[in-house]
């Protein structure tokens, strides 16, 4: 990631300043609609009003209007990264036979999931996890290639105002989540977890722009962007460059789990998390509204393979990403219905693997999609790509595999490898994660 953010940022100091224009967005969530400049997409012209002055035309389109939604798919996506599971690789039960605190479990446990077996009266547990997410795709469409047509304000098919600006679009968002977890066996059979993320935000958006003359045809004096190298300083083609980074504590998250079943190596457990919202929304470094998330986690172990199974509800309240950042209008983040489903191997008693499936049912959330849109007038028709918005449900789900190693008496080192299984919402090819494992 950094070096595409070396190489944009070497763009805008080599382009000549009248091909490019780059800016820093006062926040993430306004990166999208501040890009192009606080009036919109502007174009020249040399063409006089009646009043005299000359014609500065504004040119409107849902990549501005709309694309902030891209908030939301952002700040679904932070709702929906799964926190590694706070509860330790270490399972203890009391041998009154001895005594004394004896393992419950021959492997140590899920990463992204969670087992049914709470880590026992009085004993602590202590993780970190760094996860590294760089998204390629939001519903299928690359993120390298996003098409947005830009329409002149009060659009006709008349001469003057049926001239349209093609743009094609690169977007870079990646979000990198460092979370430490403190885990307390209160009972028991029942204990509560604080998750602490520190999270960093990196968000750009590089913007070619060319302005398709399908009305006013080769007069170049009625639309064109300022360009000295261009014959008469009128250019038919602009680039535009924004980009940004935030880094600070995100959402805090407060669980309790307690078992309610356990026969032989079989458990079911029920919880609830409560996620605070204390990270930035304004730099997407968290929802910027409260969730609560019920869940229950069955698990089981027979010989090496553990097999284990979760399902829970994510209530999200409002947000202003849900709304409008600039009014402080407020809106609903999605719902969403989650479950994993997997197994932790026991290779020996120092290693285990993990494998898992993870998903979500988003409800009722803005989907990205293109469509072909042709533009008409008097001097042609440009046959072009746009794109949309519109209020759907969807699955999305991956896959992760990764593995918990025994290094040293009660310490885990963790790695984990997450990938997409489909195109729903906002999707990375492979998110790495590594981390440790302490328990007292």
Same mark, same amino acid.
Request: glycine share 10%; aromatic share 10%; proline share 5%.
């Given at each position: ?24 967005? $006062? ?54 990264? *799964? ?6 690789? #270490?399972?203890?039960?009391?041998? /009154? ?17 969670? @087992? ?28 390298? /290639? ?18 349209? +600006? ?6 870079? $968002? ?22 602490? *993320? ?15 003359r399908v009305g006013t045809g080769s007069n170049l004096q009625v639309h064109y962007f300022r360009d000295d190298a261009a014959p008469g300083g009128h250019g038919t083609a602009r680039q535009f460059f924004a980009d940004g980074s935030a880094a600070g504590i995100g959402d805090l998250l407060v669980r309790a789990k307690g078992t309610l079943m356990r026969e032989g190596t079989r458990a079911l457990a029920a919880g609830l998390d409560l996620r605070i919202p204390t990270g930035d929304e304004e730099n997407l470094l968290g929802a910027g509204g409260p969730g609560v998330r019920p869940f229950v986690a069955f698990s089981g172990t027979f010989g090496r393979v553990a097999p284990h ?27 969403? #219905? +989650?479950? =994993?489903?997997? /197994? ?63 290094? =040293?008496? @009660?310490?885990?080192?963790? #790695? ?17 994660? +590594? ?6």
């Amino acid at each position: 990631m950094v070096p595409r953010v070396l190489l944009f940022g070497a763009l805008g100091v080599l382009i000549p300043a009248s091909l490019a224009a780059q800016s820093r967005p $006062a926040s993430l969530s306004t990166l999208f609609e501040d890009v192009f400049g606080p009036n919109g997409l502007v174009v020249s012209s040399d063409e006089v009003q009646l009043d005299g002055t000359n014609h500065a035309a504004h040119f409107n389109s849902s990549f501005q209007s709309d694309f902030r939604l891209m908030n939301v798919a952002l700040a679904t996506q932070l709702t929906t990264v *799964p926190v590694p599971s706070p509860a330790s690789g #270490f399972i203890y039960k009391f041998d /009154s036979t001895t005594g004394t605190f004896v393992r419950a479990t021959r492997s140590f446990g899920p990463i992204l999931a969670d @087992r049914a077996e709470t880590i026992g009266r009085d004993r602590i547990a202590f993780s970190f996890n760094e996860q590294v997410f760089s998204f390629d795709r939001l519903d299928g469409v690359a993120l390298s /290639s996003i098409p947005a047509v830009f329409r002149h304000d009060a659009y006709q098919s008349t001469a003057g105002r049926s001239d349209v +600006i093609s743009t094609m679009n690169t977007v870079r $968002a990646s979000v990198t989540q460092f979370t430490g977890a403190l885990t307390y066996g209160v009972l028991e059979r029942f204990d509560v977890s604080l998750a602490v *993320p520190v999270v960093r935000t990196r968000l750009s958006l590089l913007s070619n722009a060319t302005v398709q003359r399908v009305g006013t045809g080769s007069n170049l004096q009625v639309h064109y962007f300022r360009d000295d190298a261009a014959p008469g300083g009128h250019g038919t083609a602009r680039q535009f460059f924004a980009d940004g980074s935030a880094a600070g504590i995100g959402d805090l998250l407060v669980r309790a789990k307690g078992t309610l079943m356990r026969e032989g190596t079989r458990a079911l457990a029920a919880g609830l998390d409560l996620r605070i919202p204390t990270g930035d929304e304004e730099n997407l470094l968290g929802a910027g509204g409260p969730g609560v998330r019920p869940f229950v986690a069955f698990s089981g172990t027979f010989g090496r393979v553990a097999p284990h199974a979760n399902l829970a509800y994510q209530w999200n309240g409002s947000s202003r990403l849900g709304g409008d950042i600039r009014t402080g209008q407020t809106g609903d983040l999605p719902d969403q #219905f +989650i479950y =994993a489903v997997g /197994s932790d191997i026991s290779v020996n008693p120092r290693l285990s693997l993990v494998l898992d499936l993870v998903g979500q049912h988003v409800i009722s959330a803005p989907r990205l999609s293109t469509f072909a849109f042709a533009a008409t007038g008097p001097s042609g028709t440009a046959a072009l790509q746009d794109l949309r918005f519109q209020n759907a449900s969807y699955w999305g789900s991956s896959g992760a595999v990764g593995a918990k190693l025994n290094v =040293a008496p @009660r310490i885990l080192i963790n #790695f984990n490898l997450r990938f997409a299984l489909n195109d729903g919402g906002l999707t990375d090819r492979v998110s790495p994660l +590594i981390g440790a494992e302490f328990a007292f």
